[in-house]
């Protein structure tokens, strides 16, 4: 066979500037290889390419007995930081608003064939992701996408992600109008453009059709748009945007406030502009840990920050590409087939219960949009392919993905359904339950996930399988809960806008680790993620689904009629929910509940496995988690003082908390503390932070700069959204300082001075 | 900065892939398969591979259910097409002499994986391989694409693998089906016993 290539194959058949990126990047690949560029630059390199790393990158692996080196044949040779050039990565591909057409579809399962596991996945912000890739694969993997007009340009790295939007955007009964070709607009023109190219970190944006539904999730992004009208000239209607900024999961979740009540539509991009200016300008560059939009214009404050943008959106020249696309917005998304009434609904059972959770009407009489429920967000090219012949035969060759990591098909006549239902079948995808308390979403954890600390793609296949087998016995209230899984306080699985949520932690218990998840309660997916979470307490993952089962057993038996789950919570109280829960907080000894002792879907031993901690050693630390314990206690006592509205109190609390956990630490180095706040901080820096003891590998001092933050703050002037915020922060330096007593256990570094 | 010969492959590697169908789909749960492959990682079972992870994919339906991530290829078993398997799809490593010795390893690594999952004290037996049929499929849509002419070819190095495992070249038919899908073909082939294969 002869040596052909990709690059000569597919000359011509993407831009000249995308062919030109891909050339820029082959040739530094090369350099890189040759040792004539750094590691670090090329790392930031791949990554604004979307080719990113995964877990075990760094070459070693834990077996469930031990360490062991990955002996990848590249030696030496890296692409990034502790990065070993021959492990396999993963391929973020930004897909804009989860519009995909059916070419572009089959080209991604061919790729998913020919580099990749075999499975495609959708991400939480509508983008696929191919998993096990080569980085020596990624130049051609680029070119096959650019043929059809994808660029995982800026997928990663400290850019503008994908730009997110409602699937249903355009049929949907809600809207104020299509936010489609305003998404694909303004996705276009950030590309690259030179003022999104020096920012701190990432930035995100979403559009939403309207402000009472979830699916546009508008005010957990950097940029949330709501679309809004008002009446305009000579009885016309005016079309233009809510503008929120400065929200963000991660974290500590803000929620985004209003920078505008009215954006038009042909402002939409020169304002963005003057944000993206302000942020690439005044942001955090050196601490990664507050390098989002969100604190800077916390910092800021709203007002300061908006007068910033406007200022700085005076000076902007314009350009005619701020308003050149107007014009063509109407002429998007068209339907394939006339539309049809449905005939019937009932076909049986199955295709009923299917009808009920994946299948609604569209705003265009005669047509629905059908949801495919993708188990965990993954499925295959043979699905894939046959996706694609559906999206052509039944939609006008479009195919939406969802942030719950599922796909819809729009304009299905409906009188088609139960053809395209018998269709899905035959791939394996007539799944019911989409976007119901069955759809459980997760991140992917510890599965590839560098940073991930449970298992959260292994709890929610667990859930799933548990609650569909339950299925039949939930009304609507129950049925639509939604349950999202991170593994990790990063929070890309959207934990903290689920009805029940967990975060993934770890727990030290007589030396050994244990997985666990934080429950999280009280998040509201509607209205746009219209309010966040907050965790109640640690349960061991093992223990996760009772956890499930006692929270919607008790929603069922005891909620009022037409109640739902989050006022339910907020009813009965989140101490009633905690003391329901608390003896599957308690973690029996290794010998006692082994099965504790492992996350879910992995055979392995949790975490590095035994560790010789002496006696001595194991007395210290349990005087140390008796500290932690009670700094858990007081945080949730400030997440109640919260729910009452006491902000001050809530603060305070979580201040107090603060200081327990450190206190807590410190005492493992010397008994001599004492309760004094102003001590406890500088015994704590002097101890934890300036030796670096209290550093997370990823996170670093983040957490530690909360706590000093906090400890020199006015707390009698905090208001609800500061004290929701150090509650937030207090539960994350808990956390760390759980994560580093067991490291100090783990090296044996406890005794006290 | 020295440049890194080893990272720089100069001509690729065919990635064929290749099932043997597992006997009684109901014999074995996938889960079953995932303490197994971390076994082999832990005890370092096939030594010339870089074993990197177990990954997990039950869920899916069709789909590749457990897969033994290597840096040459994938272990997986596997339900796609409707038919319950093992196999093994490699990816890239030293290049060999031509396009035969490069499918007859990838078919040896398959057969020596299945010798060892037939004989795992944990399945007890229940993995039973039909040697009487083979899938066979190139995954790589440049150089052996899913025509004619890509079928002509890579048969001869899928005859002649065959051939190096079984003894003999058995019937090999091309799977004419879905244009887009991956180049493929059946082998019936006469029936062996797994261990009097040459693997
Ligand atoms: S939440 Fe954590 S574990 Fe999950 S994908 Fe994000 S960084 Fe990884």
Redesign the interface.
């Known amino acids: 066979?002869?040596?052909?290539?990709?690059k000569q194959?597919l000359a011509g058949a993407a831009s000249a500037e995308l062919e030109a990126e891909i050339d820029v990047f082959e040739t530094q690949l090369r350099l890189r290889?040759?040792?004539?560029i750094?590691d670090k630059l090329f790392a930031e390199t791949r990554l604004r390419r979307g080719a990113y790393g995964q877990?075990?990158d760094n070459g070693r692996?834990y077996?469930?007995?031990k360490d062991?080196t990955?002996?990848?044949?590249?030696?030496?040779?890296t692409k990034g930081p502790e990065t070993v050039?021959?492990?396999?990565g993963m391929v973020r591909i930004k897909i804009p608003f989860g519009a995909l057409t059916a070419t572009q579809l089959?080209v991604m399962?061919?790729l998913a064939?020919?580099?990749s596991?075999?499975?495609l996945h959708v991400t939480t912000r509508q983008d696929i992701q191919l998993?096990?890739i080569?980085i020596?694969d990624t130049p051609d993997l680029f070119r096959r996408l650019a043929a059809v007009g994808i660029t995982t340009r800026e997928a990663c790295g400290n850019s503008v992600r994908n730009v997110t939007g409602c699937p249903v955007a355009g049929v949907c009964k809600t809207e104020a109008f299509d936010i489609s070709p305003y998404a694909k607009a303004l996705a276009h023109y950030l590309l690259g453009h030179p003022d999104t190219q020096d920012f701190g970190r990432k930035f995100k944006i979403a559009f939403s059709g309207c402000a009472t539904e979830a699916c546009g999730l508008a005010l957990m992004h950097d940029i949330g748009l709501v679309a809004v009208t008002r009446p305009g000239d000579a009885g016309a209607t005016e079309r233009g945007f809510e503008f929120y900024v400065g929200g963000g999961l991660g974290a500590v979740p803000h929620q985004a406030l209003l920078l505008d009540g009215f954006v038009p539509e042909a402002e939409l991009m020169p304002l963005t502009q003057a944000v993206c200016r302000i942020f690439a300008r005044h942001g955090e560059k050196q601490n990664r840990a507050r390098a989002r939009l969100k604190f800077l214009v916390k910092k800021l404050g709203l007002p300061a920050f908006k007068q910033m943008v406007d200022e700085e959106r005076a000076k902007i020249p314009p350009e005619a590409r701020w308003s050149a696309w107007i014009d063509s917005v109407a002429a998007h998304d068209q339907p394939k087939r006339p539309p049809a009434p449905a005939l019937r609904k009932a076909g049986d059972a199955a295709l009923d219960a299917w009808w009920q959770t994946n299948v609604r009407p569209q705003r265009q009489p005669g047509y629905a949009v059908v949801s495919v429920t993708l188990?965990?967000g993954?499925?295959?090219?043979?699905?894939a392919?046959g996706l694609a012949d559906l999206a052509r035969e039944y939609t006008g060759d479009t195919i939406r993905l969802t942030v719950e990591q599922n796909l819809v098909l729009r304009w299905v006549p409906e009188a088609d359904v139960p053809q395209v239902y018998a269709r899905l079948a035959a791939?394996?995808?007539a799944e019911p339950g989409a976007e119901s308390i069955v759809d459980v979403t997760a991140c992917p954890g510890t599965?590839?996930c560098k940073l991930g600390i449970s298992a959260s793609r292994?709890l929610a296949?667990e859930l799933?399988t548990r609650l569909a087998a339950r299925s039949a016995g939930h009304d609507e209230a129950l049925g639509s809960l939604r349950i999202k899984v991170s593994g990790c306080f990063n929070s890309c699985g959207q934990h903290h806008v689920a009805d029940l949520g967990f975060l993934g932690v770890q727990r030290n218990v007589e030396g050994r680790r244990v997985p666990h998840f934080q429950v999280v309660l009280g998040g509201q997916w509607t209205h746009n993620a219209g309010q966040f979470g907050l965790a109640i307490g640690a349960v061991p993952s093992k223990r996760i689904p009772e956890v499930v089962d006692r929270i919607t057993s008790l929603f069922a038996r005891e909620r009022s009629s037409g109640e739902r789950f989050g006022a339910f919570i907020k009813r009965v109280g989140k101490s009633k929910i905690r003391d329901m829960l608390t003896d599957l907080m308690d973690v029996p000894p290794y010998e006692q509940a082994r099965e504790l002792y492992h996350d879910w879907?992995?055979?392995?031993e949790y975490g590095i496995g035994d560790i010789g901690v002496g006696e001595c050693a194991g007395e210290i630390v349990s005087v140390a988690k008796f500290g932690l314990a009670d700094g858990e206690r007081v945080v949730f006592e400030a997440s109640e003082a919260l729910e009452r509205g006491d902000a001050v109190a809530a603060a305070k609390g979580a201040l107090a908390a603060m200081l327990l956990a450190a206190k807590a630490l410190v005492r493992q180095q010397t008994f001599d503390i004492g309760d004094d706040p102003a001590r406890i901080v500088e015994e704590f820096r002097a101890r934890f932070y300036d030796t670096k003891l209290f550093f997370d590998t990823y996170a670093g001092g983040k957490f530690a700069h909360y706590f000093f933050a906090l400890a020199a703050r006015d707390l009698q002037a905090a208001t609800l959204d500061d004290a929701h915020h150090y509650v937030e922060e207090a539960q994350l330096f808990i956390e760390a300082a759980y994560a580093c007593e067991t490291r100090m256990a783990q090296a044996g570094a406890t005794a006290p001075a | 900065?020295?440049?890194?010969p080893?990272?720089?492959?100069a001509?690729?590697t065919?990635?064929h892939a290749f099932k043997l169908p597992l006997v009684g789909e109901s014999a074995i749960a996938l889960?079953e398969f995932?303490?197994i492959f971390?076994g082999w990682?832990?005890n370092r079972a096939l030594a010339d591979e870089?074993?990197?992870?177990v990954?997990?994919?039950?869920?899916?339906?069709?789909?590749?259910g457990v897969?033994l991530?290597c840096?040459e290829g994938?272990y997986?078993v596997d339900r796609?097409?409707n038919l319950l398997g093992l196999a093994y799809?490699r990816?890239?490593g030293q290049p060999l002499a031509d396009?035969t010795a490069d499918a007859t390893l990838a078919l040896r690594r398959l057969i020596r994986a299945a010798r060892l999952l037939a004989d795992d004290p944990a399945l007890a037996g229940r993995a039973v391989f039909d040697t009487t049929r083979l899938e066979l499929r190139v995954?790589?849509?440049?150089?052996?694409p899913n025509d004619d002419a890509g079928w002509a070819?890579v048969q001869p190095s899928l005859r002649g693998a065959i051939a190096a495992v079984w003894g003999h070249e058995g019937a090999l038919e091309r799977h004419v089906g879905?244009p887009?899908?991956?180049l493929s073909a059946w082998a019936r082939l006469p029936a062996t016993a797994l261990a009097a294969l040459h693997a």
């Open positions: 066979m002869d040596d052909v290539r990709w194959r290889k040759d040792g004539k750094e877990r075990y692996r077996d469930g007995e062991q990955i002996a990848f044949p590249c030696g030496d040779l050039w021959d492990a396999p089959e399962a061919d064939e020919e580099y596991d075999d499975i998993h096990f080569h020596d188990p965990l993954d499925f295959t090219p043979d699905q392919r791939l394996g995808l599965d590839t292994g296949g799933r879907a992995d055979p392995r | 900065m020295n440049p890194h080893q990272a720089n492959p001509v690729h065919i990635h889960d995932i303490p971390h990682i832990r870089v074993m990197i992870d990954a997990d994919y039950a869920h899916v339906h069709g789909g590749p897969l991530v840096h994938h997986v796609s097409r799809h990816r890239r396009g995954l790589d849509r440049l150089r052996a070819a879905d887009r899908a991956p």
